[in-house]
Structure formats: C-alpha cells, structure tokens
C-alpha cells in the first residue's frame, strides 16, 4: 500500500518535468510537503478533454466514486489505494481505470513494516537518481447536492519489488516517463494499459530509514528524510 509521500518539487518544477499545464493557469499550489497524508489536495497530472494535452491540477487524495450520493457512504473505506489486480473489475475504480488515469507527482513515499508491534521504524524510498517522478493513478468527479464538483484521485498499487519486499508486500505503481503517455490516453479504453502496473526496479530505487516523527501526521519538514537527506549530503544518494 501506500499511505503517506513526499512531494518537494514546486509548481513550476512539475509543470517542466511532466510538460503539464497548470489548470487554471494560477492554480495555487501547495508548499513542498514532506508527509503527504489522505483527504490532502495535491497535484495530478491528466489528460484535457479538450485539447488532449497534459494538464496540472489539484485534487483530493482518497477517491471519490462518481455514483456516491452521500459522502457518508465512503466514511470508514480506504479509498486511497486501488489494487492492480481488481482495477478493472472493481465497481470503485473499473470506470476511472478506463478514461480517467493520471499521474501522481512524487520525490519519495513512506512504509512501514507489514510485522511487528508498534511503534514501527518507518522508511523512505526514493528513485536512485533522486529524480521527480510518477505513481500511476486514477481520478474521478464527485457532485454533492449543492453543485459543487470535487475531483480526487488514487495510486495504484502492485506486489512489491524485491527491495520493497523487505519491508512490506505491496507498493505504488512508477511509471516509466516513456509510459506517461499510454497512461493518460482517454481514448484508449479497450485495450487498457493493465500491463504497466508492474513493480518497479529494485535497482533503481534506495531505501532508507526515516525520522519516526513522520508516524504524527502533523510533522512536516524535510528533517523527516533524515537518513535519506543525510545520504545525499554524503554523496551516496543525489538530493
């Protein structure tokens, strides 16, 4: 699963770096955010339905299927993390998976181990490159009885590779930038790009122990890499 992320790059940063626009043009953004938690609304990458281009906007985390009458009837569902296996077939996320795919900027995410007690350590994984990139993810839109749309997204998440094995059974879907576009397309909606959702390179990626201060969802703070932050002042991993 995946449950909290790092997302440090700015708006302008993402926009360059997924050829996005901002929508709307003065979308206000979000301060760099070391701990990223659900019902948050962070950046998203999708596919305009009018100009087919790439488009960056904000969006709730913990989607919101577009048949709910009531958000009480969400309240006590995880609603976060859409399993590769049933993406398809699940009533939840079948619709957003045909035409309604996104990409999830990110620096890092979180896990903790799946055994144990608590407090457990958790960990910060991060590409090896320290490069910005993409979970793959789902959206829809939500109208409540007064008119007003909410659009939210999930990541989707597969078995985990053998790095992330050591910690947990499960991790977020990384795109390949090569990947972004196949992903995005709307009009592809027969033969869905189920094939993507693979786990990531285990070499490719670092994992790292992380301040426990992150279990609090109210910290923030790049302090809360700590040991990652302090392998790329070493040299080991690029910041």
Known sequence: ?????????????????????PSPPDLPMPAADY??????HQPIIRQSRETGERELILARWGL?????????????????????????????WREPMKKRRCL????????????????????????????????AGIWDAWKDGEGHWLQSYAIVTTEANELMSQIHPRMPVILHSRD???????EEM????????????????????????????????PELMRQAEQAAESGLLPL
């Open 104 to 135: 999830i900027p990110a620096n890092a995410f979180y896990e903790w181990p799946k055994e144990g007690k608590a407090p457990k350590q958790p960990y910060v994984f991060e590409l090896s490159s320290g490069s910005l990139f993409a979970f």
């Open 180 to 186: 972004y576009d196949r992903w995005l397309d709307r």
């Open 64 to 92: 919101i299927p577009f048949f709910t009458k009531d958000l009480k009837e969400i309240k006590g569902l995880s609603t976060i993390n859409a399993r590769a296996e049933t993406i398809a077939t699940s009533r939840t």
């Open 35 to 40: 701990n990223v938690t659900p019902t948050m």
């Open 1 to 21: 699963m995946c449950g909290r992320y790092v997302r440090r790059s700015d708006k302008q940063k993402i926009a360059e770096h997924f050829h996005a626009n």
């Open 190 to 221: 027969e033969r869905l790009p189920l094939d993507l959702l693979r786990p990531f390179e285990s070499e490719a990626m670092e994992m790292h122990e992380a301040d426990p201060k992150v279990n609090n969802v109210r910290n923030n703070g």
